[in-house]
């Protein structure tokens, strides 16, 4: 089975990168990871009293029985969730759309890092940047972590590189590395079988994927629902959560002339600069998408997780709301 393949082509040395002032010249490079933002579809309005799906729990009930108004948010594809002690979930709030399956963009990576994440004793082996993940970025215009060719980053490094900036070419580093097959299409093709066979243990119903990095084939799609309880367990592993919580990160790697390379990579979730207690957790947008997020934060030992799809831009402000109505409720 593909969740059983080891990496190709990966350093075996096995070595962490560490701080080096004796080595050559700096060659700073700085990544925002913005290039991911594309114009979405429009906007969807959410009923005033939050529709109830067939499965959500679309509303709290108050102690005299009476439904509590709901989120009053821009987007019906929504929920959230209240990860108790993270190991058990109690369904909060659903939009009306909650279980409508949509292209999700870029908050594909999460199942990405989950399934990279199933081999933890790999996280300090070398990857070697390719020009084919760098040609992919500028072939479908997607966001980047600027990897130059030949830089040596370690599958840690990698993660950070794909889940901060949301780097399209660190999410195809880890794929091909992760994936089995004597080529790269094959090896990420088997990688994609790997996310899926994931989706289907976690039991997500309505979730398919067809890429690595949500530039979707035409079968890339996931639900409100699915998202937030994927969201739910990826943050039950520590690597995960260390990494989505970071507003930027700076990386050390060996170039490709000896020399050692810098990189700055800043995350595009602006809830952790905007919310008390964000935890993360990724972004997503795109012309069919429109803009996405799957987010979580914790206050009084509460720990909530949601998920937004097909938003606007107000994706942010929606979050926002959804978590100040889960915390008063």
């Known amino acids: 089975m593909g969740s059983h393949a080891r990496p190709n082509r990966i350093h075996r040395t096995g070595v962490r990168i560490a701080m080096v002032a004796l080595v050559g010249a700096a060659l700073p490079i700085t990544a925002g990871g913005l290039a991911e933002a594309a114009t979405p579809g429009g906007t969807h309005s959410a009923d005033d009293h939050g529709r109830q799906s067939s499965e959500a729990t679309t509303t709290a009930r108050a102690a005299d029985g009476q439904d509590q108004a ?120 088997d990688f994609v079988n790997q996310m899926n066979a994931e989706a289907q243990q976690l039991g997500l119903a309505g979730t398919h994927f067809d890429s690595f990095d949500g530039i979707s084939n035409g079968n890339n799609h996931s639900t409100a629902r699915d998202l937030a309880k994927l969201g739910q367990r990826a943050m039950l592993q520590p690597v995960f959560a260390d990494v989505v919580k970071k507003k930027q990160f700076k990386a050390e790697a060996p170039a490709a002339n000896g020399h050692i390379r810098y990189y700055t990579w800043d995350n595009t979730n602006k809830l952790l600069s905007s919310y008390d207690g964000a935890l993360g957790i990724k972004t997503g947008s795109g012309p069919e998408a429109g803009y996405a997020l799957v987010f979580a934060a914790e206050r009084d030992n509460r720990t909530l997780v949601g998920a937004i799809l097909k938003d606007d831009q107000g994706r942010f402000d929606d979050a926002t709301k959804m978590l100040d109505w889960g915390f008063a409720h």
């Open 70 to 189: 709901a989120p009053q948010i821009n987007a019906d594809h929504a929920f959230l969730l209240d990860a108790r002690d993270g190991t058990q979930e109690r369904e909060l709030w659903g939009g009306a759309k909650a279980d409508e399956s949509v292209s999700m963009a870029s908050t594909t990576k999460i199942m990405t890092a989950l399934v990279v994440l199933k081999h933890p004793e790999w996280l300090n082996r070398q990857i070697t940047v390719k020009q084919e993940y760098r040609d992919y970025v500028q072939k479908v215009g997607g966001s980047t972590a600027d990897l130059q060719t030949g830089d040596k980053l370690t599958v840690e490094q990698m993660l950070h590189a794909m889940l901060i900036p949301s780097g399209d070419d660190a999410a195809m580093a880890l794929a091909d590395n992760f994936g089995s097959g004597d080529t790269v299409d094959a090896r990420i093709a």
